[in-house]
């Protein structure tokens, strides 16, 4: 008499497949309005910049019209750059950032 072979058993867990969320760049766009020391300022509250790296990005985003400032996850980027283009709104200056996915 042969013996039927034995099954081990085993239990298969699958997980769900997690895809890191998309991150988005907040763009600083150039305008020839807004002083280039109010828009240091807001880059360093807004941003966390340190003065010379803020000076370097407002400097980059003048001579050639635009300067991705950071990175963020979509939420994070869209409120940073609201906020940033709102309080220049609110002094008068056409301050504007903007986000755009990251390819």
Known sequence: ?????VKPKTT???RPKLERPRLHKVILI?????PRDFVVMVLKAE????????????ITAHRRGVC?????????AE????RASDYGKKLGFP?????????
Request: aromatic residues 10%; charged residues 30%.
């Open 1 to 5: 008499m042969v013996d039927a072979p």
């Open 12 to 14: 298969t867990k699958t």
């Open 30 to 34: 150039n305008d020839d309005y807004t």
């Open 47 to 58: 941003f966390g910049m340190g003065e010379e790296r803020a000076y370097k990005v407002m």
């Open 68 to 76: 991705v400032i950071a990175v963020y996850p979509r939420d994070v």
């Open 79 to 82: 409120t940073k750059a609201t």
């Open 95 to 103: 301050l504007m950032f903007t986000t755009e996915p990251e390819e």
